[in-house]
Structures are given as C-alpha cells and as structure tokens.
C-alpha cells in the first residue's frame, strides 16, 4: 500500500493526551441480523461489555432498533442507527427521520459512511444537512470521512480529508461539534481486510484534529472523539487504540462477534 507523502495544510499542533477524551467503540452492523439474531448478539455482548472503560454503542439496522433499545435499557451499552433523513418529514419513501429515530430512544446516528456516499449518492452537502438534522433532534452524530485508494496513492489524502471536514460540519457551531464524533475510514480499508498501520491512522486522525484546530481552535479540537473504522478487530485494535489521536473504532465485520468484539472494548478501556 503506497503511502506517498503530502502536504499539511495546517501546522502540526502537538496535543494532550488522550486522557481528555472519553474513548467510543461503536459496532456498525450495516445489513446484517434478523431481530432474533439481533437478541441474541445483544445478550450474548451485555455481560461481555459490562465493566467497559469507554462508551459502547452498535449501531444496527432499522428493523433492529426497537429490539436493541428494550435489550440495552439500564446497560452501559448505547443504540445508534445507520442513517437519517435531513427532513423532519415528507415526501421521502423510504428515509427515516431524526425526530423518529430519537423518539424510540436512539442516541447515536451514523452519518457520511463510504457506503451511503458510493451506493447512495450522498455528498458532502446532504451529509452536512442530515448532521445538523440530527443535532436538533438532540442526536450525536458519527460522521465519516477518509480517502480512496488511489487518491491515498496520488499523495492528496490530507486535502481529500481537509474538505470532507470543512464540508460535513459547514454551518456547525463549536458547542454543536462537542456532541459529534469523527470516524475516520480510509475507503481502500473498509470490508477489504486491508488496514491502515497504527501510524497510518494516527497520522491522519491527527492531521483531522489539526483542521480542527484551524476551524474552531485547539480547545475545541483537542475534546472531539476521532475514532478509526476500516477493518479494526479483535487483533490489532490494542495497536491502533494506543495511538494519542484514535479515541475509539467504529467497527464492521468485527462486531458482529460478542467476543471480539469485547476484545476491542477491552483494548479501548486499557488504551
């Protein structure tokens, strides 16, 4: 995997400790599970992520959000959902509003993955519609950014990531940002089996914060949760959540196992 140099557009700011930042683990389920498998991931995960150290979240399908509330009441873990709809209601078959997911007790939304922007046609400015949506439904959104193949290969990663982050949280206050969290997921790493080194992540996680910084000051950036998704399991997670600037994982495949996916929360608590 080529990792051509690039340029930084902001200078390198060297920042505290993770310590500050409460560390988020967060199983993205995509397409996967009937509500009885639902119920019984969830059982099996309660007793596993009992004693976490960071906040843990799954993030399921539509259909699953119901189960996955009743199942986690008076646990540690939170529900999240996958998308949500910029519109608080209309004309949109098939779209799923912020309102509604908050009504039947949801907390976290994925927002901007690879997958809805390749599949979908969502953008950069649909997904900065559907963040702010989200806000004011009182959500806290995970948006996704990160670079193709062979943009990480032509050396403008930074400036394909430096534009995500302008674009996605356009309009979005400094208070606002505080209930957000930035996952970022090189796209050549997502579902491949390929990940990108511990120092691959934290260099980018890093560089997110500096854009940060440049947009809301070293305050602001130095509190936001940068998480790293892209094929993170149960084998390198202890690795990649050493790193100062990886706040915690959104996870694939990873989480739809109980036990790794525990080992990746342990990882997470001990980082």
């Known amino acids: 995997m080529s990792s051509a140099p690039s340029v930084m557009l902001f200078e390198r700011i060297d920042f505290m400790k993770k310590d500050i930042r409460r560390a988020v683990i967060a199983g993205n389920w995509k397409m996967n599970k009937t509500r009885p498998e639902a119920e019984t991931l969830i059982t099996d995960l309660k007793p596993l992520a009992e004693n976490a150290g960071c906040e843990v979240v799954i993030c399921v399908p539509f259909t699953n959000l119901e189960t996955a509330v009743r199942l986690t009441a008076g646990t540690n873990i939170k ?12 004309a949109y078959t098939g779209e799923i509003s912020a309102d509604m997911l908050k009504e039947v007790g949801v907390e976290y939304v994925v927002l901007g993955h690879s997958e809805r922007r390749q599949y979908f046609g969502e953008t950069d400015e649909t997904v900065n519609k559907r963040t702010k949506a989200a806000l004011e439904a009182g959500l806290k959104p995970i948006v ?20 995500q982050i302008k674009l996605d949280f356009a309009g979005i206050s400094a208070d ?7 996952a970022y997921e090189p796209v050549w790493a997502i579902g491949t089996g390929k990940t990108a080194t511990a120092d691959q992540a934290e260099e980018v996680c890093a560089f997110i914060r500096n854009v940060l910084a440049g947009l809301y000051g070293t305050d602001v950036a130095e509190k936001i949760t940068i998480q790293y998704g892209g094929s993170m399991n149960a084998g390198n997670a202890a690795e990649l959540l050493s790193k100062t600037n990886v706040d915690g994982g959104l996870i694939g495949g990873a989480s739809l196992k109980a036990p790794d ?8 608590t001990n980082g």
Do not use: D, P, Y
């Not at 670079?147 to 394909?160: A, C, D, K, P």
């Not at 606002?176 to 930035?182: D, Q, V």
């Open 144 to 163: 996704c950014v990160g670079e193709l193949l062979w943009e990480r290969e032509s050396g403008i990663t930074e400036e394909v990531i430096s534009r």
């Open 79 to 90: 529900v999240g959902a996958q998308n949500c709809h910029f519109a608080k209601s209309g």
């Open 176 to 182: 606002e940002l505080m209930n957000c969290i930035i």
């Open 261 to 268: 996916f525990a080992t990746i929360i342990n990882a997470a």
